[in-house]
């Protein structure tokens, strides 16, 4: 079982920026697919990024050029770099990991096994 853990939210205003970090309890690189989703109050998660095991990414059509995801695989981290940030982007942000025949966001969240506990994200106007 992968136990992951998110840091990193937190309260910004309009235009803002966060950096958003997932630790996996076991070594991912190579392996799994990792991921951010993300849920709105009275909304459906939804995918925003996504790395796959050999590290080509995949974004949300409204966070691209905004939005960043890498990993530090020495240590093992995935990180999720947010720059202008909007209120729109208001949400708890989960990361997850999936050991998945095919790494993309296209099929949404049900193909990831492993989930954080999520870190709310706020963005005030």
């Known amino acids: 079982q992968v136990q992951l853990s998110e840091s990193g939210g937190g309260s910004v205003q309009d235009g803002g920026s966060l950096r958003l970090s997932c630790t996996p309890s076991?070594?991912?690189?190579?392996?799994?697919?990792m991921a951010w989703f993300r849920q709105a109050l009275g909304k459906e998660r939804e995918g925003v990024a996504l790395?796959?095991?050999?590290?080509?990414?995949e974004y949300e059509d409204s966070v691209k050029s905004r939005f960043i995801i890498s990993r530090d695989s020495v240590a093992n981290i995935l990180y999720l770099q947010m720059y202008s940030l909007k209120p729109e982007d208001t949400a708890t942000y989960y990361c997850?990991?999936?050991?998945?025949?095919?790494?993309?966001?296209?099929?949404?969240?049900?193909?990831?096994?492993?989930w954080g506990q999520g870190t709310q994200v706020t963005v005030s106007s």
């Open positions: 076991v070594y991912t690189y190579g392996t799994y697919c």
């Open positions: 790395l796959t095991r050999n590290d080509s990414t």
């Open positions: 997850a990991a999936g050991f998945v025949p095919k790494c993309t966001l296209r099929n949404g969240p049900s193909p990831f096994d492993h």
